[in-house]
């Protein structure tokens, strides 16, 4: 009798599991653009990159930090490894170097866009962070400065918030912590609403988000990596049936950029998406993939990590180091943090990554992130040591920026496509 009834329900449930995917019923998230290290004259702001590898390689020492507490070492890439804290102190650039800047305003690099939380809702401007997987936003009960130009999440004007246990802290290196008390409380985000999603409003933010215009961050990676140790906000809208596939979808352009919920949206991509599996359980990572300048490959072989969180892409110093000797003129900028320049009148314009379908080429627009001198310019790719791995690169906004991007729980992968 228990079997039977057993197998009435699995069939009844069946034809909704098997349907097919449909695409077109997801919800847009709208972006707006934000600072990055180019300013408006097309200047490369030195000071602002060197706080943002800072700020790279201390985001990912805590995801090594949670994955490790939460799945084991064995979760780790080769070579991977707890970095000590990057201390932006020690790698500030030389003065002189800072004169060059002419303005704080700065160019689209960076991008965030609107959610709520609570009942009724209150309003925060978030980064959607794939490489990450924590909600945090401003608590009323940051006084301090860096919180002050922010929206500030009061849990006594929700009548869904409640305070459960434990703390949440990610350690930024740059003198402070972000850090607050776990709460839970209904999300949404273009429509997709969640309940009981865990989150933290932080009541101390790090110097390096007060001068940001976003609020706070919104992590789509794997729970694997989630410093709460809880569902992040889209896994939680699977589950809660607030979206109907496990997929989302990007694009990051000048104009027009957009996180789509529930699918991936076909009236801004050409073609099919090329899907390569995920590995390892935290990160949204693929695997086999190569770099090229023109027809020639400079590097294989190497894992990538698909970080909308992070403005540039990272590799290993040596690999970086091979794939600059392909660009004619280019030399070391700063040993420190790993950036090279090249001269500006040459900006490649056919570097590329594949995994074996395509080759993503990276525009020059999004390879130049600058001039320093009348003739030479910085390039978006850096030679850094974040701990991911000595086989790992890191692909930021400068590759997202050239691709439509998806990511699916549901698959376990991520895809590319052609933007329209
Ligand atoms: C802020 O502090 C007050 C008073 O201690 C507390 O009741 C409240 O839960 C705190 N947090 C938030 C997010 O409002
Ligand atoms: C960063 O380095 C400076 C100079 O070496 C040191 O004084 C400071 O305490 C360090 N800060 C952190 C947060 O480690």
């Known amino acids: ?136 936003v401003p608590s009323v009960n940051c006084t301090s400065s860096y919180c002050s130009k922010k929206d500030k999440y009061n849990s006594a004007s929700s009548s869904s918030g409640a305070h459960k246990g434990g703390k949440f802290s990610i350690q930024y290196g740059d003198g402070s912590t972000v850090s607050g008390p776990v709460y839970t409380d209904t999300v949404s985000v273009a429509g997709v609403t969640v309940k009981n999603q865990y989150f933290s409003p932080v009541t101390t933010i790090s110097a390096s988000f007060g001068s940001e215009a976003d609020d706070g961050i919104l992590g789509l990676a794997f729970p694997a990596i989630s410093n709460l140790q809880k569902s992040p906000f889209f896994n939680t809208a699977k589950s809660q049936g607030a979206v109907k596939n496990g997929v989302f979808g990007f694009k990051l352009a000048k104009s027009g950029s957009e996180l789509y919920l529930g699918g991936t949206d076909s009236s801004l991509y050409t ?90 080429t990276i525009s020059a627009a999004n390879f130049n992130l600058g001039r320093v001198s009348a003739t030479q310019c910085i390039g978006a790719i850096a030679g850094q040591d974040l701990g991911l791995g000595s086989n790992t690169w890191l692909l930021g906004d400068s590759f997202m920026k050239n691709v439509y991007t998806a990511f699916s729980f549901d698959s376990n992968s991520v895809g590319f496509a052609a933007l329209k």
């Open 1 to 136: 009798m228990f079997i039977q009834a057993g197998l009435i329900t699995l069939a009844l449930l069946l034809p909704t599991a098997a349907s097919p995917v449909t695409e077109g019923l997801g919800s847009r998230v709208p972006f707006e653009k934000r600072d990055g290290v180019t300013t408006k004259e097309g200047w490369f702001d030195h000071k602002r990159a060197v706080e943002m590898v800072v700020r790279d390689r201390n985001k990912h020492r805590q995801n090594l930090i949670n994955l490790e507490r939460n799945v084991g070492l064995s979760a780790f890439n080769d070579g991977a490894k707890i970095l000590p804290l990057a201390n932006y102190s020690q790698m500030a650039p030389p003065d002189k170097r800072q004169a060059e800047k002419l303005t704080d305003e700065s160019n689209d690099q960076y991008w965030a866009g609107p959610m709520s939380i609570g009942t009724p809702g209150q309003s925060f401007l978030v980064d959607f962070d794939t490489g990450s997987a924590d909600l945090w």
């Open 271 to 360: 073609g099919s998406i090329e899907y390569h599996s995920v590995t390892g359980s935290g990160f949204w990572q693929i695997s086999g993939a190569s770099i090229q300048v023109g027809s020639q490959t400079v590097e294989s072989g190497f894992q990538t990590i698909i970080d909308s969180g992070t403005t540039i892409i990272y590799g290993p110093p040596n690999a970086v180091s091979t794939f600059y000797k392909a660009i004619p003129g280019a030399q070391l900028y700063d040993s420190q943090s790993g950036f090279y320049s090249f001269p500006c009148s040459s900006t490649p314009s056919n570097v590329a990554f594949s995994w074996g379908g395509n080759a993503w």
